[in-house]
């Protein structure tokens, strides 16, 4: 067996089926990024799991086998989407949106899948739009409420789906952001939103664009809850196969750069197809999305993107510098992982979630404390581990600059901002 070969030879694409035989990238092994270790937790085992991603060779989705099962990972989901204040913002732009756009009013039926802790529906409800979410995790779900957000704790899928058309009735704008990729069974999702979408209604959904991933060596928005990352002429394909038809996407600058497309029932010929799409298609197309070669030299960009990172990290510290880092997301813990960080180069990380507080960064254990560490410590490197967040935290700590400290952004590749 060659290295590139030893895959679970039952491995099958989550989409067309197909064997699953390229490796895309090998990240090693990781821990579940959300399993903050807490103090007593320190000096048990942790379990680990390989973060190999694979390229399916017939449809072109960039996957993950599936190691651990939902509900290890989203039934007490740490992640309050109201701690990024940028992603609510941009929360109540899509509302006014599509609101607009597709005018939506108070006899409308606004569903949105993994509705987290209600950041997006909250302006829907400011709006006497009617609206439901649907989170698996009871606890986000819960603080949700408390903004007047009514949802279905559930995992959504075709029987949801049927259960939700009996009680609630079909929904005009169906949406999603950020579940698409963490979607194990993608099949029986889309069909359940195929079930759920009213004869004229629209579908919006934002993932992270795998053309950004790989152009801008975003590696660590891989880990083991993100099971899926879509190019537009793959996930163009999967809605087709269950009978919706994207008409249009845009490409955002969140998360690194994500796409929202756009669907319809493919029966529905009232929507026209937007030239956006069709030119995104081709742009893919002419990036060569359609053939193996292209993901093949990614491992090598990965890899250099980690040496740069290391040294900058060891010229610093060979320089006496002390670093912190800022974050304890998701990504984060790919990069700690994959590069090796641990509190040899970096001291401590801040979050403003009073969730993570007082627990360490999962497997490489460096403290998470409140972001007032910062000013305590006066650091002369802030690691920003999400970088997609960069501007608006360099805002918010700029203060670090009355002591000379200076920011430093690992992705796309390691960079100071004096
Ligand atoms: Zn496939």
């Known amino acids: 067996m060659t290295p590139d070969q030893h895959n679970n030879p039952s491995s099958r694409c989550r989409f067309c089926e197909a064997p699953l035989e390229q490796v895309f990238v090998d990240l090693g092994m990781s821990p579940l990024c959300q399993t903050h270790i807490t103090p007593a937790q320190l000096n048990h085992m942790e379990p680990f799991y390989p973060l190999r991603t694979y390229v399916c060779n017939k449809c072109?989705?960039?996957?993950?086998?599936?190691?651990?099962?939902?509900?290890?990972?989203?039934?007490?989901?740490?992640?309050?989407?109201?701690?990024?204040?940028?992603?609510?913002?941009?929360?109540?732009?899509?509302?006014?949106?599509?609101?607009?756009?597709?005018?939506?009013?108070?006899?409308?039926?606004?569903?949105?899948?993994?509705?987290?802790?209600?950041?997006?529906?909250?302006?829907?409800?400011?709006?006497?739009?009617?609206?439901?979410?649907?989170?698996?995790?009871?606890?986000?779900?819960?603080?949700?409420?408390?903004?007047?957000?009514?949802?279905?704790?559930?995992?959504?899928?075709?029987?949801?789906?049927?259960?939700?058309?009996?009680?609630?009735?079909?929904?005009?704008?169906?949406?999603?952001?950020?579940?698409?990729?963490?979607?194990?069974?993608?099949?029986?999702?889309?069909?359940?939103?195929?079930?759920?979408?009213?004869?004229?209604?629209?579908?919006?959904?934002?993932?992270?664009?795998?053309?950004?991933?790989?152009?801008?060596?975003?590696?660590?928005?891989?880990?083991?809850?993100?099971?899926?990352?879509?190019?537009?002429?793959?996930?163009?394909?999967?809605?087709?196969?269950?009978?919706?038809?994207?008409?249009?996407?845009?490409?955002?600058?969140?998360?690194?750069?994500?796409?929202?497309?756009?669907?319809?029932?493919?029966?529905?010929?009232?929507?026209?197809?937007?030239?956006?799409?069709?030119e995104l298609r081709t742009r893919e197309l002419n990036t060569g999305f359609d053939r193996p070669e292209t993901y093949r030299g990614f491992t090598e960009q990965v890899k250099e993107t980690k040496r740069k990172l290391l040294e900058f990290l060891i010229q610093a510290k060979r320089e006496g510098k002390s670093i912190a880092g800022y974050g304890a997301p998701g990504k984060g813990n790919t990069l700690l992982n994959y590069c090796g960080i641990r509190q040899d180069f970096v001291d401590y990380t801040v979050d403003r979630n009073p969730y993570k507080q007082g627990k360490f960064t999962p497997g490489t254990h460096i403290p998470i404390y409140g972001p007032e560490k910062i000013r305590e410590t006066k650091p002369d490197y802030l690691l920003l581990l999400p970088w997609n967040l960069r501007e608006e935290i360099m805002q918010q700590m700029n203060y670090i600059r009355e002591w000379g400290g200076k920011f430093v952004a690992p992705i796309p590749e390691t960079k100071v901002y004096p």
């Open 60 to 278: 072109y989705l960039v996957q993950l086998d599936e190691f651990v099962t939902p509900d290890d990972i989203f039934s007490e989901y740490a992640y309050f989407s109201s701690f990024a204040d940028s992603w609510v913002d941009h929360a109540k732009r899509y509302v006014d949106l599509v609101t607009q756009r597709f005018g939506l009013g108070t006899s409308s039926h606004v569903v949105e899948i993994a509705s987290n802790d209600g950041y997006l529906l909250q302006h829907f409800v400011a709006k006497n739009i009617p609206c439901l979410g649907v989170e698996p995790a009871a606890n986000v779900a819960q603080a949700a409420l408390a903004k007047g957000v009514k949802s279905v704790v559930k995992f959504f899928g075709r029987k949801t789906a049927l259960e939700m058309v009996k009680e609630y009735g079909h929904a005009d704008l169906l949406l999603g952001n950020n579940v698409l990729a963490h979607v194990p069974n993608l099949n029986d999702f889309v069909a359940g939103m195929k079930i759920l979408l009213a004869p004229q209604g629209v579908i919006t959904m934002e993932f992270p664009h795998l053309l950004r991933l790989m152009q801008e060596n975003q590696f660590d928005t891989i880990y083991h809850e993100h099971f899926s990352y879509f190019s537009f002429m793959t996930v163009e394909k999967v809605f087709a196969a269950h009978g919706i038809t994207l008409f249009d996407v845009e490409e955002l600058s969140t998360h690194g750069g994500s796409l929202r497309i756009y669907g319809r029932h493919t029966e529905d010929s009232s929507k026209p197809l937007c030239e956006r799409a069709v």
